[in-house]
Nanobody, 117 residues
Framework: QVQLVESGGGLVQPGGSLRLSCAAS????????VGWYRQAPGKQRELVAT???????NYADSVKGRFTVSRDNAKNTVYLQMNSLKPEDTAVYYC???????????WGQGTQVTVSS
Protein backbone atom coordinates (compact mmCIF):
# COMPACT_ATOMS: atom_id res chain seq x y z
CA GLN A 1 0.00 0.00 0.00
CA VAL A 2 1.18 3.51 -0.88
CA GLN A 3 0.04 6.82 0.52
CA LEU A 4 0.64 10.10 -1.30
CA VAL A 5 0.34 13.62 0.12
CA GLU A 6 0.62 16.70 -2.08
CA SER A 7 1.52 20.11 -0.72
CA GLY A 8 2.82 23.48 -1.86
CA GLY A 9 -0.15 24.85 -3.74
CA GLY A 10 -1.47 28.35 -3.30
CA LEU A 11 -2.17 31.68 -4.94
CA VAL A 12 0.53 33.20 -7.13
CA GLN A 13 0.69 36.06 -9.62
CA PRO A 14 1.28 35.42 -13.32
CA GLY A 15 4.98 34.94 -13.93
CA GLY A 16 5.52 33.67 -10.42
CA SER A 17 6.71 30.30 -9.18
CA LEU A 18 5.56 27.50 -6.93
CA ARG A 19 7.08 24.19 -5.92
CA LEU A 20 4.73 21.29 -5.31
CA SER A 21 5.72 18.27 -3.25
CA CYS A 22 4.45 14.71 -3.32
CA ALA A 23 5.50 12.74 -0.26
CA ALA A 24 5.14 8.97 -0.50
CA SER A 25 4.93 6.42 2.30
CA UNK A 26 4.18 2.72 2.59
CA UNK A 27 5.39 0.18 0.05
CA UNK A 28 7.30 2.77 -1.91
CA UNK A 29 9.77 0.18 -3.20
CA UNK A 30 7.04 -0.97 -5.58
CA UNK A 31 6.66 2.39 -7.30
CA UNK A 32 7.67 2.42 -10.95
CA UNK A 33 6.88 6.00 -11.86
CA VAL A 34 5.28 9.16 -10.48
CA GLY A 35 3.18 11.55 -12.48
CA TRP A 36 1.75 15.00 -11.88
CA TYR A 37 -1.75 15.62 -13.20
CA ARG A 38 -3.95 18.67 -13.09
CA GLN A 39 -7.65 19.29 -13.49
CA ALA A 40 -9.38 22.62 -13.95
CA PRO A 41 -13.14 23.08 -13.48
CA GLY A 42 -15.03 21.79 -16.50
CA LYS A 43 -11.93 20.24 -18.04
CA GLN A 44 -10.52 16.74 -18.16
CA ARG A 45 -7.66 15.72 -15.93
CA GLU A 46 -4.42 15.96 -17.88
CA LEU A 47 -0.94 14.62 -17.38
CA VAL A 48 1.62 17.40 -17.04
CA ALA A 49 4.85 15.64 -16.02
CA THR A 50 6.26 12.22 -15.15
CA UNK A 51 9.42 10.81 -13.64
CA UNK A 52 10.43 7.14 -13.56
CA UNK A 53 12.55 5.29 -11.04
CA UNK A 54 15.35 5.54 -13.57
CA UNK A 55 15.05 9.31 -13.68
CA UNK A 56 13.48 9.69 -17.10
CA UNK A 57 11.20 12.72 -17.28
CA ASN A 58 8.47 13.76 -19.69
CA TYR A 59 6.38 16.91 -19.93
CA ALA A 60 3.23 18.07 -21.59
CA ASP A 61 3.90 20.53 -24.40
CA SER A 62 2.04 23.24 -22.49
CA VAL A 63 4.56 23.19 -19.61
CA LYS A 64 7.85 22.35 -21.33
CA GLY A 65 10.51 24.87 -20.44
CA ARG A 66 8.54 26.13 -17.45
CA PHE A 67 7.99 23.09 -15.20
CA THR A 68 10.58 20.68 -13.84
CA VAL A 69 9.88 17.38 -12.09
CA SER A 70 12.52 15.99 -9.75
CA ARG A 71 12.92 13.58 -6.87
CA ASP A 72 14.62 13.30 -3.51
CA ASN A 73 14.99 9.61 -2.77
CA ALA A 74 16.16 10.20 0.80
CA LYS A 75 12.90 12.02 1.55
CA ASN A 76 10.70 9.76 -0.61
CA THR A 77 9.42 12.90 -2.28
CA VAL A 78 8.82 14.03 -5.84
CA TYR A 79 8.70 17.73 -6.66
CA LEU A 80 7.17 19.81 -9.40
CA GLN A 81 8.90 23.16 -9.79
CA MET A 82 6.58 25.51 -11.66
CA ASN A 83 8.04 28.72 -13.08
CA SER A 84 6.62 31.44 -15.30
CA LEU A 85 3.14 30.49 -14.21
CA LYS A 86 0.19 31.47 -16.37
CA PRO A 87 -3.50 31.82 -15.51
CA GLU A 88 -4.20 28.72 -17.59
CA ASP A 89 -2.07 26.73 -15.14
CA THR A 90 -4.79 27.21 -12.54
CA ALA A 91 -6.02 23.77 -11.48
CA VAL A 92 -5.99 21.16 -8.77
CA TYR A 93 -2.71 19.30 -9.08
CA TYR A 94 -2.59 15.60 -8.23
CA CYS A 95 0.26 13.21 -7.64
CA UNK A 96 -0.05 9.70 -9.09
CA UNK A 97 2.15 6.69 -8.41
CA UNK A 98 2.31 3.58 -10.58
CA UNK A 99 3.26 0.35 -8.81
CA UNK A 100 4.15 -3.22 -9.74
CA UNK A 101 1.48 -4.76 -7.51
CA UNK A 102 -2.23 -4.24 -6.89
CA UNK A 103 -3.92 -1.79 -7.06
CA UNK A 104 -1.13 -0.65 -9.46
CA UNK A 105 -1.96 3.05 -9.12
CA UNK A 106 -2.36 5.53 -6.26
CA TRP A 107 -3.58 9.12 -6.06
CA GLY A 108 -3.01 11.91 -3.61
CA GLN A 109 -5.71 14.29 -2.39
CA GLY A 110 -4.67 17.16 -4.66
CA THR A 111 -3.45 20.68 -4.01
CA GLN A 112 -4.96 23.85 -5.47
CA VAL A 113 -2.84 26.13 -7.63
CA THR A 114 -4.36 29.48 -8.56
CA VAL A 115 -2.53 31.89 -10.87
CA SER A 116 -4.16 35.30 -10.83
CA SER A 117 -3.28 38.96 -10.47
Amino acid sequence: QVQLVESGGGLVQPGGSLRLSCAASGSIFGIVAVGWYRQAPGKQRELVATITTGGRTNYADSVKGRFTVSRDNAKNTVYLQMNSLKPEDTAVYYCNAEATKRPYAYWGQGTQVTVSS
